[in-house]
């Protein structure tokens, strides 16, 4: 046993023993000259003659697993929380503060626990694809309740862990089913797409997205990239609010990219993680996926609560396959449960019902909107204020309107790597090293010392 103490006699020593038993073997006598690793000394025993050794052993089994890189985008939390000045700012983690950069629980989500308590909802298992409720009230909140697609029977809706979650189980389904087929994802793009596909054995190249020279969008290098792909391709599109950018299509572009990947016979998989949280409507940022479901596409959608309805911490989320009959669209939702079970058997109840309840009662329902609308006119209020306390502070002549042009919770400040390590390590601003900051982090009242840190690091570092 590793970590205990072995007493090897000469005739059973094995053979990693014998390497230390033949290298100096110092003898008393008949002693044994005994090290005790765990002591740091040796010891003598007495074997009758025989030469006998005893030593302590602390190899472990996972001596080969070398330590993992720190997170990307949670290690900055971790950081941040490490640091104990008083003028420190956590814009990494896409998580929506108040204006005292406090974490808000939606006054609906309360709401909905109590109604779980006055019902008295127990805590059983939860079917294979999730609670049916949820997953009625996510497709409808995706599509529209009157969509076709739905009416057709055509949307097969398993409830996932989260956005991840529910990506994953797509990647799983594409890795099982479409063997040989690559996956196209932006570049730049939310850093967990790479993980979540290397993962799932499934084969991904990039599409070029984002203009560096203009801190926009490089859409004439994104219909190439997506025309030259080979036919069949899965392509990741950001439903709204693209992470990392802020960059969204325009609706005439995305009419564009609707055409190419309908022409080449792609597959759009989309990741909604914003719905009602980037424009605060929820048809609005909906928009795209409606687009290519009423074209007759077949197409995946990965859902998330975490950042409209605040559930960061209860892993809800759905992944939805609309396919072209009823037929299909009940196969591809076996499968997915068949690819769910051995995964995490069954998804967690309690921000499932939280969603249902929230999503098929009308006073809550409004009272949600309400609350979307709020939060994301905060973090619009942030975005028009660090735009104005940039540019009357920097006089260079340098375009900052990119920063109004974004949408959502992020702004891509176009920092490179030395800039944003200026960022934390003088400002102590902690961000992503691609540049991205999290503006529902920030509060008005430290626009002006962003703005001055901002300034500083792109002036002054290359």
């Known amino acids: 046993m590793a970590s205990s103490l072995l007493s090897v006699a000469s005739h059973s020593v094995s053979p990693s023993m014998r390497e230390i038993h033949n290298k100096g073997k110092p003898r008393v006598g008949g002693s044994t000259l005994r090290f005790d690793k765990g002591l740091n000394s040796f010891s003598n025993s007495r074997s009758s003659g025989r030469i006998s050794m005893t030593a302590a052993v602390n190899v472990s089994q996972f001596e080969g697993i070398p330590m993992a890189p720190p997170d990307p985008i949670l290690g900055v939390s971790e950081a941040f929380k490490a640091d104990t000045s008083d003028l420190k700012l956590n814009l990494g983690v896409g998580a929506y503060r108040t204006e005292e950069l406090q974490p808000y629980v939606l006054n609906v989500v309360k709401k909905a626990e109590n109604l779980m308590l006055e019902r008295g909802d127990n805590k059983e298992y939860l079917p294979i694809e999730g609670l049916a409720a949820f997953n009625k009230a996510t497709a409808e909140l995706l599509l529209g309740a009157d969509n076709p697609a739905i009416k057709q029977q ?235 306390s940039i540019i009357s502070k920097d006089k260079s002549g340098k375009d900052w309107s990119f920063i109004l042009k974004q949408i959502g919770m992020f702004s891509f400040t176009g920092l490179n790597k030395n800039q944003s390590d200026n960022m934390t390590n003088k400002w102590r601003v902690y961000m992503t090293k691609d540049g991205r900051i999290s503006l529902a982090g920030l509060s008005l009242a430290k626009c002006e010392y962003l703005a001055d840190a901002i300034i500083d690091s792109y002036h002054n570092v290359s």
């Not at 599109?237 to 693209?242: N, R």
């Not at 605060?280 to 409606?290: H, P, T």
Request: glycine content about 8%; some cysteine.
């Open 154 to 388: 055509r949307v097969a809706t398993v409830q996932g862990l989260s956005g991840t979650g529910s990506l994953r189980l797509g990647a799983a389904l594409i890795e099982r089913y479409f063997p040989g087929a690559k996956v196209l994802i932006s570049a730049p793009t939310w850093g967990n797409h790479k993980n979540i596909f290397n993962d799932a054995r499934v084969p991904w190249s990039e599409y070029r997205y984002y203009d560096p020279k203009t801190v926009g969008l490089d859409f004439e290098g994104m219909i190439e990239d997506i025309k030259s792909a080979p036919e069949g391709t899965f392509v990741v599109l950001h439903g709204c609010a693209h992470n990392p950018t802020g960059i969204d299509p325009t609706p005439e572009q995305w009419e564009i990219i609707a055409n190419v990947i309908q022409d080449k016979n792609h597959i759009p998989f989309f990741d909604v993680a914003y719905q009602g949280f980037a424009s605060g409507s929820l048809d609005e940022d909906a928009a795209s996926v409606r687009l290519f479901v009423a074209r007759g596409m077949e197409v995946l959608v990965a859902q998330s609560y975490s950042k409209n309805l605040g559930l960061y911490a209860e892993r809800i989320g759905a992944i939805n396959v609309i396919s072209s009959s009823p037929e299909s669209a009940a196969r591809v939702k076996s499968q997915l449960k068949r690819l769910a079970r051995p995964m995490y058997s069954n998804p967690p109840v309690h921000g499932a019902r939280i969603v249902a309840d929230v999503v098929g009662n009308p006073t809550l329902f409004n009272e949600w909107k309400a609350e979307m609308e709020m939060m994301a006119g905060r973090i619009k209020n942030v975005r028009q204020q660090l735009y104005d």
